[in-house]
Structures are given as structure tokens and as C-alpha cells.
């Protein structure tokens, strides 16, 4: 079999798994086996060592008033409740501050939502104003929370409505709705309304999965990408497509004898709240990424428009001009813009030289695809995952051993 069609198997059976590719998932873990499986014939020692993280399930809700109710979805990682109490509205900071929540119902619209926050616990990114407002809601201890979002063209897949909180570490129950919805139920202000979830957290487990060549060997070249996907996504290019690439550049580079280790790491948690896998990685590796000679990032990439784009980190001039040259030889390789909200970060931020692809279409994708149902597998050419592997292979193969 071809490198294509092999691609194309392996993202077809990525994007398969059942339920989805959510960290702590059944399909999750089906995904990790078959990396694992596939990869353990060629002669890479696997590190496939679970980490606890938290899985949930979502059931029916309900918003009403008077026979009367509105269209809601539950917040990913809520936790159920059955509450009638009053509702109170606020639209700003100043007015959450001057509101009376304890054990009322909390609608929040307008400027308030204006953008999602991020989990409370989130380490590598978490602006000050979101811990802040997290920290506000927890005071102010509402019985339940209904956030109202308007389209956002900056929200990755535009999603609308989008929930402000997707956090396991919230434990205020919450819904969201459209706007227009959230005008509706705001003209019940100081009424009692039926606010009712059907959710469950439950404790599961997941892994990265780690595959090395050369493993005794203390400088090393990491290659990763993220294998989990968004909740109840296809996840194709995001990141079935960095998963594939790893699988072929791990059989291409299966007859390496230079002097460094390889790793090949399947990450697992970037679209999680948790970032779990990340975090395991760090605990358990961290004292070893002084290591890491290159480290290199793959997310997003085969976007069937446009070219794979690569963008480097702290990387030696030298060593810059040396990798580019060989990119310069493959026709689908372009110099990007850097961007800074993938897993090179955890290398970036320690002072590790990094080197990341993604498709120099990211704007176009992220605003209608990533993270919604049209990241199906059609969209990826499977031919420019080979591409990308292809020179990857190289780019490890000569890299300077005393580098």
C-alpha cells in the first residue's frame, strides 16, 4: 500500500471512533490504541501511560415559564440541576458586582459574553479579566447560570450560539442560548423560571501515546501532534491530520541510525479543558526537554485549499537556514505566519527551539470549520499529509548531530 492510501485509511479510521476523539472518551481511547498498535511493529518502544481525566455526558434540558420555554443547550462539563428560583440579569461586570445571585437563576448577555473564558485552571493561557469574572461568579453563588452569546466571526468554526464555559472545574451548572433567545428570557427578570439539566462528570482516563527510536540516546528531536478532538467533531483536519503525519513519518524514519532519540508523540487534551496530556507530558518529561534539539509541532495541516505553512520558535539561524532549504525542495511548503495556540507552546515557553506546520489557509478554517461537524475527512488531501512527512523525514535524517 502507498503512502496515500495509507493516509487516507488511517484518517478515515481516526475520524471513525465512536463516540468522537473527546479526551477520556471510548472513541478517545480506540484512537490511542490503534496509534499505539500501528506504530509498535516498526520497533519504537511505546510509552502508552494512562493520566485521570474527567469524561461527561449530557442529557435533556429545560428552560420554561409559565407552559412557556426556550431553546437552550448545556454547557459542556456542567453539572445537573433541577432549580426554581428567580431570575436576575446582568450584562456587565459593574452590574455582577451590584447584583444580589445567591440561589437565583443568572442570566448573562451582551458585553459580558462577549468572549468565551477560558477554564478556570487552564495554565498555559488564562487572561487575568476571565479568572477575575470566574472568581466573581463563584462569590456571588448563583443556583445556576444561562449565558446568552451572539456570533462572534473571531470564534474558531464562527459557532453560535457557543458556550461561555466548557470547564470541568466550574461547578456551576449552566446553559447557553442564542442572543435573541437570551432577550426573550431577560423579560422575565424577577420572575421564578424552571431551569432543569440532565449532565454527569465521569471519571475516565486517556493517554498520550509515546513512541521513541534510539531511546537510550539524551539529545532528541520530538515530533507531536494532538490526537484528541473537539467535542462531538469528526476532528479531520483538527487533528486527525497531524495524527497521520506522525504515522507515516514514524514508518518513514524507521530504519534511522543517527546518534539522537526520536520521539514521536501523540498528544492528548489540546481541545480539552484540561489539557491533560500536555500536562502529563510536563510532569513526567519535563526535566528532559534541555534535551529537545528541535522540537516540532504538526496541527491543522492538508487543508485541502492552500499549502502547508511552517513558522519557527527560537530556532538557532543556522539551523533555520539549513531546514528551510530542504522545505524550499518540496512545492506544497510555504513560510507562515507564527501562531501561538498549539502544543509547540509547552516547548516554546521552556526555551525549546520549535518548528510548527498548519495550512497557510488557517484564517478560512478556523472561522468556518474547526471545531464543527464540516471537519470531515473530504476536506484533507491526503496527498499533502505525505508531503509533509516526507519532509519531515528528511529535515530529521540530516539534522546536525551535534545540534
Not at 465512536?18 to 498498535?37: C, L, Q, V, W
Not at 454547557?75 to 447584583?99: H, Q, W
Request: with cysteine.
Amino acid at each position: 500500500m502507498n503512502f496515500t492510501k495509507k493516509a487516507q485509511r488511517y484518517l478515515e479510521t481516526l475520524c471513525s471512533v465512536k463516540p468522537n476523539r473527546r479526551t477520556g472518551s471510548a472513541g478517545n481511547r480506540a484512537a490511542t490504541d490503534f496509534f499505539a498498535e500501528t506504530i509498535r511493529p516498526l520497533g519504537y518502544e511505546i510509552d502508552a501511560t494512562p493520566f485521570p481525566c474527567l469524561d461527561y455526558m449530557r442529557g435533556e434540558s429545560l428552560l420554561a415559564f409559565d407552559g412557556r420555554t426556550f431553546e437552550i443547550e448545556i454547557s459542556p462539563y456542567s453539572l445537573a440541576c433541577d432549580v426554581r428560583a428567580e431570575l436576575v440579569v446582568v450584562s456587565t461586570v459593574e452590574e455582577l458586582n451590584n447584583t444580589s445571585c445567591d440561589g437565583k437563576i443568572l442570566l448573562m448577555k451582551g458585553e459580558i459574553c462577549a468572549e468565551q473564558l477560558m477554564p478556570k485552571n487552564f495554565v498555559f493561557y488564562n487572561p487575568t479579566h476571565h479568572q477575575e469574572l470566574i472568581a466573581l461568579l463563584e462569590n456571588k453563588k448563583p443556583a445556576a447560570i444561562i449565558t446568552a452569546t451572539a456570533k462572534n466571526p473571531d470564534m474558531v468554526g464562527a459557532l453560535y450560539p457557543y458556550p461561555l464555559f466548557v470547564d470541568g472545574d466550574f461547578d456551576i451548572p449552566s446553559v447557553y442560548c442564542r442572543d435573541d433567545v437570551g432577550e426573550d428570557v431577560a423579560r422575565l427578570k424577577g420572575k421564578v423560571v424552571h431551569l432543569q439539566i440532565e449532565a454527569q462528570r465521569l471519571f475516565s482516563s486517556a493517554t498520550n501515546v509515546i513512541a521513541r527510536l534510539n531511546p537510550q540516546a539524551a539529545p532528541k528531536i520530538v515530533v507531536t501532534a494532538h490526537i484528541d478532538a473537539y467535542e462531538d467533531t469528526p476532528g479531520a483536519s483538527d487533528n486527525a491530520s497531524g495524527t497521520v503525519v506522525l504515522l507515516l513519518l514514524a514508518e518513514m524514519l524507521a530504519d534511522y541510525d543517527g546518534e539522537k532519540c526520536i520521539e514521536i508523540a501523540a498528544f492528548n487534551g489540546e481541545d480539552h479543558y484540561s489539557a491533560g496530556g500536555q500536562m502529563d507530558y510536563l510532569r513526567r518529561y519535563g526535566d528532559d526537554l534541555e534535551n529537545i534539539s528541535l522540537a516540532i509541532n504538526i496541527d491543522d495541516v492538508g487543508y485541502q485549499k492552500g499549502n502547508a505553512a511552517y513558522s519557527f520558535y527560537e530556532v538557532d539561524p543556522q539551523i533555520k537556514g539549513k531546514v528551510e532549504a530542504v522545505f524550499q525542495r518540496f512545492d506544497g511548503l510555504v513560510r507562515g505566519e507564527p501562531w501561538y495556540n498549539g502544543d509547540h507552546m509547552i516547548f516554546v515557553q521552556n526555551g525549546v527551539p520549535c518548528l510548527a506546520f498548519t495550512t497557510d489557509c488557517i484564517a478560512e478554517l478556523m472561522r468556518q470549520v474547526t471545531h464543527t461537524a464540516l471537519d470531515t475527512p473530504d476536506i484533507v488531501d491526503c496527498g499533502k499529509l505525505v508531503e509533509v512527512a516526507e519532509a519531515l523525514r528528511e529535515v530529521v535524517s540530516t539534522f546536525p548531530e551535534n545540534s
